[in-house]
């Protein structure tokens, strides 16, 4: 292992420190939650890596679950005020605002008692396919887009294009319906860990990657994939989608 690679497995360890201990006062299951999540989950440390969400953005969390991003988020920020952000990732999303949507009032409550209210983060209870989307220079979607149909998916995208402002983007991840194995496990751990959380489990409307794709070119966006299953048996796909800058002109 190289420094640099010592230096940055040190900083995350400190990040992931950071960002579930907020969720002590929430209860253990919204501790072990976001540990679990966080320190699984490749995506998140993908965003960070890449710098996929600037300094000062106004950032939408679409089914923002018990807030696990903000935290991550302003986790960011005590590490860079502590001068201990990794010197080889980009700058530290430092100063952003998270708007969060989540549809399971449970999940907000942890939210919140994790998170407190106001502030940098706030969270909403509400519906995607109805909420008010604020004005967005990040949005961000992971996994959340298969529990509705085909026709509200299309709207929502919709809906997130009008709220992103010229230049900004969409990352959106998604299950690509064509790698069946992994989709059809994904789909399995998804309805086991929305019995764990305490909800329903709702129908699953999968798409292949290609169509996700083609639906968000429709709108104009470039769009860049990202596999996104490093460690797991997933079918997952980051979806890096950019409106136009000439929109704004």
Known sequence: MTKDMATER???SRLLDRASEPYRGAGRFAWHFARGKLGRDPVFRHLLKNGLIA??????????????????????AAMRAAGEWPPSWPDAPTGTQLTGIELMQRDVERARAALGVGGDARF???????????????????DVLHYVTHEEQDAVLQRVHDALVPGGRLLLRVGDADERRGFAVSQWVDRV??????????????RPLADWIAQLRKLGMRVEPHPMSQGTPFANVLLVAQRSEAEGA
Request: charged share 15%; aromatic share 6%.
């Open 124 to 142: 909403v209870c509400g519906d995607m396919r109805s909420e008010p989307y604020p004005s967005s220079h990040a949005v961000v979607i992971l």
């Open 193 to 206: 860990v929305t019995r764990v959380r305490g909800h329903t489990v709702a129908p699953v409307y999968g």
């Open 55 to 76: 300094p000062g953005a106004r950032v939408l969390d679409v089914g923002c679950g018990q807030g696990l991003l903000a935290s991550l988020l302003r986790a960011c």
């Open 10 to 12: 040190a900083a995350w």
